[in-house]
């Protein structure tokens, strides 16, 4: 997961440039190690079905397919609420995000609803699932190039300021 950590590195420095604190960054983290092939995040086992794949499999199970769909595709992404997000995560995974972010569930829930579609949106950008880890089919590796990295610490940017 060296990519992952790079890229977390560079938020990590573009929020200290800033001022804002860590509170975003640390759900950034653990949202991106989620996605990470094997959910290496802890996020409790969200990530555990298979990454980002396997958090798009749960949409479909929960009925939601087309919300995940739209943030992995190129057109418009849909919006979540935190009861469907919360749906599809389960609660106990919920429940053990914010324990370790030390935020209560309905906060994280609301930052989560924000977050979630704009980095997988950000982790998909032809419209495609990564095949493998996504620190190592270069799906990290597109956060870095011409705008990737940049568009993310924007979005970043901009939750912090909230």
Excluded: H, Y
């Amino acid at each position: 997961m060296g990519l992952l950590d790079s890229v977390i590195g560079a938020l990590g420095q573009v929020q200290g440039q800033g001022g804002a604190g860590g509170g975003q960054g640390n759900l950034l983290k653990l949202v991106l190690g989620m996605l990470a092939q094997g959910g290496q995040g802890g996020a409790g086992g969200a990530g555990g079905a298979g990454g980002l794949a396997g958090l798009v499999e749960k949409f479909q199970q929960g009925g939601l397919g087309e919300i995940a769909q739209s943030w992995v595709g190129t057109g418009q992404n849909l919006p979540i609420s935190a009861e469907q997000l919360s749906g599809v995560l389960g609660k106990d995974t919920i429940a053990g995000m914010a324990g370790q972010l030390g935020l209560n569930s309905g906060d994280l829930l609301g930052q989560l609803t924000q977050m979630l579609p704009q980095v997988v949106d950000k982790l998909t950008p032809q419209g495609q699932i990564p095949r493998g880890d996504i620190g190592a089919s270069g799906a990290l590796g597109a956060l870095s190039g011409a705008g990737g990295l940049g568009d993310l610490a924007g979005m970043l940017g901009g939750f912090l300021r909230r």
